[in-house]
Nanobody
């Protein structure tokens, strides 16, 4: 079993930055792909960015490229999401997710493990 816990959300002004962190525990050795998704009320959960350990490759939602950066803190075994130049439309609950798939993907149905989410509000 795998547990994921997000942290780092909060309230920030437009143009500001936040860094989210996802701590994984449990049977993490089997995980291959980890990523970030977000959801606002009334809308579907959408992929933000994922990181695949094979070569450390990353994959982003096209519109977020250049503002969001996903990386891993190896010392803490945590997945990070650096969000810069935030906009009000970035406000959402951000979820960390993990999968055993062998390729990077933003398709949420491929992810078996999810954290409870952290609220990000840009206002």
């Amino acid at each position: 079993h795998v547990q994921l816990v997000e942290s780092g959300g909060g309230l920030v002004q437009p143009g500001g930055s936040l860094r989210l962190s996802c701590q994984a525990s449990g049977n993490t050795q089997s995980l291959r792909c980890m990523g970030w998704f977000r959801q606002v009320p009334g809308k579907e959960r959408e992929g933000v960015a994922v990181r695949y350990p094979g070569g450390g490759s990353t994959f982003y939602r096209e519109l977020l490229k250049g503002r969001f950066t996903v990386s891993k803190d190896n010392a803490k075994n945590a997945l990070l999401l650096q969000m810069d130049n935030l906009r009000p439309e970035d406000s959402a609950i951000y979820y960390c997710a993990a999968a055993r798939i062998g390729f990077p993907s933003l398709a949420r149905y491929l992810y078996a493990y999810w954290g409870p989410g952290t609220q990000v509000t840009v206002s």
